[in-house]
């Protein structure tokens, strides 16, 4: 454990815990904890200062969860999988950004139908 004022880094086996009123990244980011890990639009981790989680629901509001979907923005796209709540990754960005957000549908096709 490693304290500095109110601040600490803990290092335990894989597990990181860093703590204090503000939290910055090679003095470029700064954010306000506690800050989710999400995705970056092609689905690697990020953590920005714009984020937005999005739910699948039926049309009655039960969540579906395990569906595949398929988020796109000006800076990438990616696919994957709504949590057992039936919410996405959240999508982390560094500009605000228009986002797209479906169901992914995947399309088999026989030699026939080539």
Do not use: C
Not at 8 to 34: C, D, F, H, R, W
Not at 65 to 71: I, T
């Amino acid at each position: 454990m490693l304290h500095g004022g109110d601040s600490y880094i803990s290092l335990k086996t894989g597990k990181i815990t860093v703590g204090g009123g503000m939290y910055e990244v090679n003095a470029q980011v700064s954010n306000i904890p506690p800050k989710p890990m999400g995705v970056a639009p092609n689905g690697t981790p990020a953590v920005e200062a714009n984020d937005q989680t999005f739910r699948m629901l039926t049309p009655s509001g039960r969540s579906l969860p395990g569906v595949a979907y398929r988020m796109t923005t000006d800076s990438g796209e990616h696919v994957f999988q709504t949590n057992h709540l039936g919410r996405s990754a959240t999508l982390n960005t560094k500009q605000e950004e228009n986002v797209k957000f479906g169901i992914h549908w995947d399309e088999l096709f026989t030699d026939a139908e080539k």
